[in-house]
Each structure stands twice: as structure tokens, then as C-alpha cells.
């Protein structure tokens, strides 16, 4: 697919761009409004099909050149959603924590669901869900992943540019520390012996935390290849609890195989592995 505007006697027509929401807090499509002073010349290379948090205009038929998706499955409905996105779009580009691992709403696949739907809603026979929540790549194929809790705006503006140019994007695969370095910052884990998790983490967030001195906790999601085990091991060694450890690994893409495993092997579940 060549989402590039073609050429025709008329006005070039523009890629036909939908963004859609599944289980999420929207923060990953408020930072695409964010994008302030880039929106308004992005909106004139795109038509926007469909992006409810922004407009009223609703197309649910027509082809897509482009989706961006937020959020994860955790309704019968949002599978069979995601399917028709999925049939209807040339590409399909997945944005922020919860469509890439499944959010902080995959706490409950390690819960029983039916008993925290009882303990939280008055008539919990009223709430239709699944048991688990899972990433949009469990459901559909997935062409772009972008990680991030929420997703870094420019980021995200930079691969749709190179969608729209009809290349791939070239996304990083290193870990915060690289990005943490190139500014200069002092190591938080070194200095202050702060159980950071930027070793780990995927780059793209400019290293926020510790550039103001606090440490990672994973929002951006697993690096490349990462070794969180012998991480984990070196923070314990430097006085973090066994539970502190688990409960860094279950933050909001705790279902990410990478650190969902060396969770379930530190707290002793069945299939784990440290
Ligand atoms: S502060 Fe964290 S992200 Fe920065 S270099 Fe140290 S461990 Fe890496
Ligand atoms: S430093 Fe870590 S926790 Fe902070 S924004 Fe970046 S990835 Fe997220």
C-alpha cells in the first residue's frame, strides 16, 4: 500500500486516515491533539475518516489507507471490531501501552474477573467482558507498533509522515539509558541507587524521568532483547523487595511477554522463568 496522494484530473484525493479507541483512558489520541501547531498541515495532507475524540464524522464502511488503534480487547465487541478495522485498512499502526500489551486493565488476566466485576458494580450482571485484556496483535496483523504510556506525539507524527512519504518506519529499538546518556543526564540508578527500569525500557521518550531525576517504570514498554532478569537481580541486590519487583514488572505493559514471564517466575507461578 502507497497511502501518497495520486494524481488525477481533479484534486488529488488525500489518504484516508481513521483513528479508533478500544479499552483505554484516550491520553495516546490526546497526544495526536496535541500535536498543536503540526495538526492543522497534517489535516491538510490526510482525509480524517473517522476520529471520534476530534470529530463527529463518522465513515464505519469505507477503505482506509491508515488506522491508528488505542487500546486493548476486553469485550466480545471490541474482537469482532477490531476484525472490520483490521479488513478495512491498508495499514494498521497500533499506538500507546494498551493496544501494543494490553494496559493496566491486563492486571486482571492473573485475577478472577467475574469476582472483581462483583466486588466493583452494583450489578455486575449487567457488565459484558472478557476475562482478559490483550493487545491488538493477539486479534489482527499488526503493520507499526508504537510503545509509550502515553505515546510520544512526535513519534507518532514522524511515522505517519513516513507512511504518507510510503516507507516504513524506522523506530527506535534501544533502551532509555542510550537516550538518558545522549543528554547528559547523571544515572539515577548510580547516583541515587533508584531501582530505574530505563536498562529495559524502549527508547522514545527523550528520557523524561531521569533527566528530572526520578527513575523509569517502564512506559514505553520493553526494549529490544531486553535482559530484565538480571536487572531485576542487580535492583534486589541493591535492596528491592521481591514484591516491589513484581509489582514494577506488572506496571502498564506488565502483560508484555518480556516482563510478564520474569514476573511470574519471581512470584513463583506456573510457566515463569528467571
Ligand atoms: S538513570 Fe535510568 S535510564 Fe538513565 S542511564 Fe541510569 S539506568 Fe539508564
Ligand atoms: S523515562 Fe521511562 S517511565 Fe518516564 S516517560 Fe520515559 S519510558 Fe516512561
Partial sequence: MNPRPTASAGAAPRPRLGVFKFASCD??????????????PLLERVELVQFFEASSRADEQGRLDVALVEGSITTAHDAQRIRRVRERSALLVTIGACATSGGIQALRNLADVESWKAAVYPRPEWIEVLGTSTPIADHVKVDVEIQGCPVNKEQVLRVLLRLLLGSLPDLPSASVCLECKRRGNPCVLVAKGVPCLGPVTRAG???????????????FGPAADPNPASLMRQLEAGGLSRADSVRRLRHVNGWRRE???LADALEGREGGDA
Avoid: V
Wanted: with cysteine; hydrophobic share 30%; charged share 20%.
Fill in 27 to 40: 491520553g495516546c489520541q490526546l497526544s495526536l491533539l496535541n500535536l498543536e501547531d503540526e495538526l492543522l
Fill in 205 to 219: 521518550c527523550g528520557a523524561i524521568c531521569p533527566s528530572l531525576g526520578r527513575d523509569c517504570y517502564g512506559c
Fill in 259 to 261: 516482563f510478564r514471564e
